[in-house]
């Protein structure tokens, strides 16, 4: 398939797909505890055949166009993901979602690997929306969200139950219009430093 430079720090986006299962098992296993402390994502996955059905759920969600797994390498190492946790090409909105391991923090991953995908939604198949859902303890995800430019919508109020407490949601968001506004100011900001 393909692979996307993150910068030259050695960082790549790429397809996370089912031949990754083994891969995507250890990088599960190194930060199973971090990973799963806000979100329950690859909490299903705990051998290779589950790590094989979790992403094969998204490869078919792929095929169908409504959601679409992507790693985050580091020298060679998965270390965690983006993906379209919804797609949704009919209303022109989608939300995307990341994980991490401890080993993937810190280094602007995240923000890198999404804005490639924000990109790709808003000018590639003219999505409208690009929404970022976390709960209100997760502040590495809401800083995220923050960094990405996104506009803090609301918070939907314990309406994610999960390890025996409710969760408050919030919603980030960001429209087309504002996406590329901001992009074309970072790129004259750019220039004029250079």
Excluded at 84 to 113: H, K, N, Q, S
Excluded at 172 to 180: D, M, S, T
Aim: net charge negative; with cysteine; proline share 3%.
């Amino acid at each position: 398939m393909y692979a996307i430079s993150l910068g030259d720090d050695g960082a790549e986006l790429r397809p996370l797909e089912t031949w990754h299962a083994e891969e995507f098992l250890a990088h599960l296993d190194r930060g199973r505890d971090f990973i799963t402390e806000h979100i329950p994502f690859g909490a299903k996955a705990t051998d290779l055949a589950s790590a094989r059905e979790v992403l094969q759920a998204y490869a078919d969600r792929h095929a169908a166009d409504s959601g679409f797994l992507h790693g985050l390498w580091l020298d060679g190492t998965l270390v965690g993901g983006l993906l379209y946790r919804v797609f949704d090409a009919a209303t022109g909105v989608c939300e995307i979602g990341c994980w991490l391991e401890p080993a993937g923090t810190g280094r602007g991953l995240v923000a890198r690997g999404a804005r490639v995908l924000i990109d790709w939604a808003f000018d590639e198949r003219g999505m409208h929306r690009v929404e970022w859902h976390a709960s209100s303890a997760n502040t590495p995800s809401v800083n995220a969200a923050r960094r990405l430019g996104m506009m803090r919508e609301g918070v939907l109020r314990e309406s994610f139950p999960y390890r025996g407490a409710r969760q408050d949601m919030e919603v980030w968001a960001v429209l087309a219009p504002e996406w590329r506004a901001a992009r074309e100011a970072r790129a004259r900001a750019a220039h004029r430093d250079h």
